[in-house]
């Protein structure tokens, strides 16, 4: 008897049957663009600004991303897509902090939001970012008990209720422009 592809460690996007990579495998530009809900050409111009990202490039010129790459790619779509950095922000971050991004970076200024904004209207009309899609499973209750009782310090609380806030600002235009 043959086992259903899920049993089998097999995903199956799109009729095709692949097997799972380990999560410290290397991942092609399209396996990281699908994750991230990034485009390729973006992965491939962010190379050309972030020096940080070097993902290793065989026969051919396939690009094959290393976690750590991964794991840059999605902090630096975070301050770009939702913090509201410019690009020359995220450089100087990267610069400041010796080529790592802490994860306790604050949102963005207005005044870098504002240049962001500059930067997007003079580039012209793009399709938004697709969001990735939240996960709704529940957590294990270890997990959620671990959540609930651990201290956040002062300047993660702050920068979780600068987000919380603009996020709500922004549901509250669209609403309006809904209504």
Same mark, same amino acid.
Not at 54 to 61: I, S, T
Not at 75 to 88: C, E, P, V
């Given at each position: 008897?043959?086992?259903?592809?899920e049993?089998?460690?097999?995903?199956?996007?799109?009729?095709r049957s692949?097997? !799972? !990579?380990? #999560?410290?495998? $290397?991942?092609?530009?399209?396996?990281?663009?699908?994750?991230?809900?990034? #485009?390729q050409?973006?992965l491939? $111009?962010?190379? +050309?600004? $972030?020096?940080?990202v !070097? #993902?290793?490039?065989?026969?051919?010129?396939r690009?094959?991303?290393?976690?750590?790459?991964?794991?840059?790619?999605r902090?630096?779509?975070?301050?770009?897509?939702?913090?509201?950095? +410019?690009? !020359?922000?995220?450089?100087?971050?990267l610069?400041?902090?010796?080529?790592?991004?802490?994860?306790?970076?604050?949102p963005?200024t207005?005044?870098?939001?504002?240049q962001?904004?500059? =930067?997007?209207?003079?580039?012209?009309?793009? @399709?938004?970012?697709?969001?990735?899609?939240?996960?709704?499973?529940?957590?294990p209750?270890?997990?959620?008990?671990?959540?609930m +009782?651990?201290?956040?310090?002062?300047p993660?609380?702050?920068?979780? @209720?600068?987000?919380?806030?603009?996020?709500?600002? =922004?549901? =509250?235009?669209?609403?309006a422009?809904?209504?």
């Open positions: 008897m043959t086992e259903p592809a049993d089998a460690g097999l995903d199956t996007p799109a009729g692949r097997p !799972k !990579k380990a #999560p410290n495998a $290397f991942r092609t530009i399209s396996e990281v663009a699908d994750e991230l809900h990034i #485009p050409h973006v491939r $111009f962010w190379e +050309t600004k $972030f020096t940080q !070097k #993902p290793l490039k065989r026969g051919g010129g690009r094959y991303y290393r976690p750590d790459d991964i794991a840059l790619l902090r630096i779509s975070d301050l770009l897509y939702i913090q509201g950095y +410019t690009i !020359k922000g995220v450089q100087r971050l610069r400041e902090s010796g080529g790592r991004l802490a994860d306790d970076i604050p963005a207005a005044e870098e939001r504002e962001a904004a500059r =930067e997007r209207e003079a580039a012209g009309p793009q @399709r938004p970012p697709e969001l990735p899609m939240l996960n709704l499973a529940p957590l209750a270890a997990l959620t008990a671990a959540r +009782t651990r201290p956040r310090s002062e993660e609380a702050e920068r979780l @209720r600068a987000v919380l806030a603009e996020t709500l600002r =922004e549901l =509250e235009e669209i609403r422009l809904l209504l």
